[in-house]
């Protein structure tokens, strides 16, 4: 009798041990096109947008023809900070980098970490620091030909169930000589949300 019970009691473990394993699940995970037709679209703005309107803004600079009436070629550049005016939380400094690195592939433009800000302003400048230190002689700063500025704005607007919040992406290129905007562009992304309805 005993040993019957032991059997079954073993049997009934080893049913609810498989019945476990058969529940569990393992995640999927696949790679997407980060500009591609399967990104998840959010309420807000994801890195799709940002990555659009960042691709559209750069294009628009280089066939501007502003890079190309530059004193020297090529085009020295600062890049400031990245301005957020919204209420998210933006990597602006991963925004900057894919701008940075889109300019300086068409060889029309060298960017300026020396007169920069940030982190890299200060490196560059321990740099020539040390380097005047070892070599005896004034390290030259090449002053930048443009400033490029950035800022992200949004606006919220209400009516009824729908909420839409526009996101303008701005970029300004200021000669450094003269104070003076050589070109500007702005690009905007809407998105809408509707709420459910309350029914009777």
């Known amino acids: 009798m005993k040993q019957h019970a032991h059997k079954l009691f073993g049997a009934s ?56 009436r530059a004193p020297r070629q090529p085009a020295i550049m600062a890049v400031d900070r990245v301005i957020n005016n919204t209420q998210l939380m933006v990597d602006t400094d991963m925004l900057i980098k894919k701008i940075r690195v889109a300019l300086t592939q068409t060889g029309k433009v060298a960017i300026s970490n020396t007169l920069g800000l940030g ?6 400048s321990e740099a020539a620091e040390l380097e005047e230190m070892q070599t005896g002689k004034k390290q030259k700063t090449l002053v930048p030909d443009y400033t490029l500025y950035a800022k992200l704005i949004q606006q919220t607007d209400r009516d ?38 309350v029914g009777w």
């Open 119 to 124: 982190e890299r302003a200060v490196v560059a």
């Open 160 to 197: 009824g169930r729908m909420t839409q919040n526009t996101y303008a992406f701005q970029m300004s290129l200021v000669d450094v000589k003269n104070g003076l905007t050589v070109w500007e562009e702005e690009r905007q992304i809407a998105k809408q949300t509707k709420k459910p309805g």
């Open 13 to 68: 473990v080893l049913s609810t041990a498989l019945l476990l394993t058969g529940c569990v699940t393992t995640s999927e995970t696949r790679t997407v096109d980060a500009r591609g037709p399967d990104v998840i679209n959010t309420a807000s703005i994801n890195s799709q947008d940002w990555s659009n309107a960042a691709d559209q803004l750069t294009a628009s600079l280089i066939s501007s023809g502003a890079l190309e």
